[in-house]
Every structure is written in structure tokens, then in C-alpha cells.
């Protein structure tokens, strides 16, 4: 029983195309969040959604739109790739949006050529 | 500003040896959290552990123990007697409710293990 999981877990693409990650988390959390982890491991918080309310958007481009159908999952979708983009896509989970540890999921490698 | 240093980048030790991971923090507020998490070669993020700014008591699990010292702004974190499988990135972090409710984050440092 996985309390965050990721799908797909590695994602290959072209420049130019449109793809989605999804997260779910059976932790009953409020809050879920989305980091970008590039080549060097430097975490950056992309977003966060607490009890499907957007309360993070951090300076991300508009290519990466985050969905929250319900607070149990939360999805994100980029448009148009970019060889930049190329990183590890981690999704998390707190109790509340307050100062909890946060459970990652395993991770999405994504790789644009 | 809130900013957290992890000055050391890498570090490399032979197994059984002691190793400190340094992490200096900023921040004006008075009520914070620090937060240190694990990343193995694997590449899940795992949470060690949480301390808030009003307990300054270290603390000790198993091998680990952590260094809290408000008048020095660190959060260092102890490794005694290291094993090849404590080998990852570790990352300090920071919490403040004034942040956007967002953890600041080292850059981490990467603990290589050798047998």
C-alpha cells in the first residue's frame, strides 16, 4: 500500500508534445504538493494544493498546469516540452499546509529529446 | 530573507567513521521549523526528522543525532559510525508560516559511504 504513488514512474518524449503525471496519496492528507528536481538536485516547489485550493504557484512557466479533482490526487500537466524541462518530477503530501513532514512519492523522470 | 546553507557539497568517508552534515539557517521569523530528509541512490525523498525553534534539545535516534543551536543558526546533523547504506544526498530544510507556507530547501549534501 504505497502512501504516494506516481504514474508513470519514467516518461520519454519529444520537444513540442503534451503530457501528464499523476499523483495520488492514500495518506488523507489536505495538502499535496509538486517539485521540480533538476540534474544537480536542487528541489524547487512548483505548486501546492490544499484541500483542492491552488495556495503555491511559483514562477513556473504556463506550460505546467496542476489539476486537484479531489484532495486525494493531484495531477500535473505540461504543454508544449521543452528540453528544459527535463528533470524528476516528485509529488508530496503533508497532514495540513502547516509545517508537517512531507511523504514523496517515487518520483517521474521525465526526458524530452 | 529565509535561506538554507549546506556549505558541504560532497563528502566522502570510510565506513565507521563519524560524520557531521552542517546546515546554517536564516530567517527573521521567531517560530520555525527545520526539517532534515533523506535521498539514497534510489531516489525517494525520505523525511528523518522535525524540530521546531522553541526546542533546542538535540536529539538522538539509533545513529543519528541532531544539533540544534539557535545562537549559531545551525541544524547539524550526526551520522556515528557511518554504514555504506547512509551513502545519499541529504537536504536541511526550512519552514516559517510567514514563507507562503512553503519549505525552503538546502541544496544538499551527497554522503558517500566506502566499505
Known amino acids: 500500500d504505497t502512501a504516494v504513488s506516481q504514474t508513470p514512474k519514467y516518461l520519454v518524449t519529444q520537444m513540442g508534445n503534451d503530457k501528464s503525471i499523476k499523483c495520488e496519496q492514500n495518506l488523507g492528507h489536505d495538502t499535496m504538493y509538486w517539485y521540480k528536481q533538476d540534474s544537480k538536485k536542487f528541489l524547487k516547489i512548483m505548486f501546492s494544493y490544499n484541500n483542492k485550493e491552488l495556495i503555491i504557484n511559483e514562477t513556473v512557466p504556463n506550460r505546467f498546469s496542476p489539476k486537484s479533482p479531489d484532495k486525494a490526487h493531484l495531477n500535473l500537466h505540461i504543454n508544449s516540452l521543452e528540453l528544459g524541462d527535463s528533470a524528476v518530477y516528485f509529488c508530496?503530501?503533508?497532514?495540513?499546509?502547516?509545517?508537517?513532514?512531507?511523504?514523496f512519492g517515487p518520483g517521474t523522470r521525465l526526458t524530452v529529446t | 530573507a529565509q535561506k538554507v546553507t549546506q556549505a558541504q557539497t560532497e563528502i566522502s568517508v570510510v565506513e565507521k567513521e563519524d560524520v557531521t552534515l552542517d546546515c546554517v539557517y536564516e530567517?527573521?521569523?521567531?517560530?520555525?521549523?527545520l526539517f532534515w530528509y533523506k535521498q539514497p541512490p534510489s531516489g525517494e525523498l525520505v523525511f528523518l526528522i522535525r524540530r521546531n525553534s522553541f526546542d533546542e534539545q538535540n536529539e538522538i535516534s539509533g545513529r543519528y543525532s541532531w544539533n540544534f543551536q539557535k545562537s549559531t543558526s545551525s541544524f547539524n546533523f550526526t551520522i556515528t559510525a557511518s554504514q555504506v547504506v547512509d551513502s545519499a544526498v541529504y537536504f536541511c530544510?526550512?519552514?516559517?508560516?510567514?514563507?507562503?507556507?512553503?519549505?525552503?530547501w538546502g541544496l544538499g549534501t551527497s554522503l558517500a559511504v566506502n566499505p
Open positions: 530544510a526550512l519552514f516559517n508560516a510567514g514563507n507562503n507556507r512553503k519549505l525552503i
Open positions: 530567517t527573521r521569523d521567531t517560530t520555525y521549523y
Open positions: 508530496a503530501s503533508s497532514l495540513t499546509s502547516g509545517p508537517h513532514e512531507q511523504y
